[in-house]
Nanobody, 122 residues
Framework: QVQLVESGGGLVQPGGSLRLSCAASGSIFSIYRMGWYRQAPGKQRELVAVITTPGFTNYADSVKGRFTISRDNAKNTVYLQMNSLKPEDTAVYYC????????????????WGQGTQVTVSS
């Protein structure tokens, strides 16, 4: 089955940087979109950034200009470069992917990683 594995989280001071990685493995025919969500304690899970198959990107307003999403489709991997980190960026970050299981356009599914903790604190 398909698995998403995140890495790169940790503790960083305000103004610092982190780079998250998410690698998808398993029986994957195609990638429709991959991205990142985050959830802080007591808050709803929110979209951070998404990149689609044609390469279009979308960012939450709160991270525009600071975060950059990129991908390597050959490796089924998506990255999130996070710069100028703020305490309000503290959350569990989850990798998300919509993947095609075969050539049928309707045969696709959404997958989630286990999450990686990002803590921004002095």
């Amino acid at each position: 089955q398909v698995q998403l594995v995140e890495s790169g989280g940790g503790l960083v001071q305000p103004g610092g940087s982190l780079r998250l990685s998410c690698a998808a493995s398993g029986s994957i025919f195609s990638i429709y979109r991959m991205g990142w969500y985050r959830q802080a304690p007591g808050k709803q899970r929110e979209l951070v950034a998404v990149i689609t198959t044609p390469g279009f990107t979308n960012y939450a307003d709160s991270v525009k200009g600071r975060f950059t999403i990129s991908r390597d489709n050959a490796k089924n991997t998506v990255y999130l470069q996070m710069n100028s980190l703020k305490p309000e960026d503290t959350a569990v970050y989850y990798c998300n992917a919509v993947l095609g299981l075969d050539s049928g356009l309707d045969n696709k599914a959404t997958y989630w990683g286990q999450g990686t903790q990002v803590t921004v604190s002095s």
